[in-house]
Nanobody, 124 residues
């Protein structure tokens, strides 16, 4: 089973960019579909993006399409979320999540393993 640690969050002005990283430990990273989920203050967790085991398939929630890009490096056991054109409504704690699965995972309830989260704050 992998363990996940996120990094790369911070404070950025609207229109700016951030790149989140998620580092996994364990030997079977390529068995996992990976995702990014966020939780804004006072709101439920929201699916953001997912990528399949070898990166062939990705999927995004509508509000981030064209602005965010998810990618992975199975050799380094890392997943990334490149976030461009950030908006104040993107402010949230962003979590990296994993599930043993051959494809993509778009439901937050299906993820089995979670990181501790990293705060992203976008100022207007």
């Amino acid at each position: 089973q992998v363990q996940l640690v996120e990094s790369g969050g911070g404070l950025v002005q609207a229109g700016g960019s951030l790149r989140l990283s998620c580092t996994a430990s364990g030997r079977t990273f390529s068995s996992y579909a990976m995702g990014w989920v966020r939780r804004a203050p006072g709101k439920e967790r929201e699916f953001v993006a997912t990528i399949s085991r070898y990166g062939a398939s990705t999927y995004y929630t509508d509000s981030v399409k064209g602005r965010f890009t998810i990618s992975r490096d199975n050799v380094e056991k890392m997943v990334f979320l490149q976030m461009n054109s950030l908006k104040p409504e993107d402010t949230a704690v962003y979590y990296c999540a994993a599930k043993v699965h051959p494809g993509i995972v778009t439901s937050t309830r299906e993820y089995e393993i979670w990181g501790q989260g990293t705060q992203v704050t976008v100022s207007s």
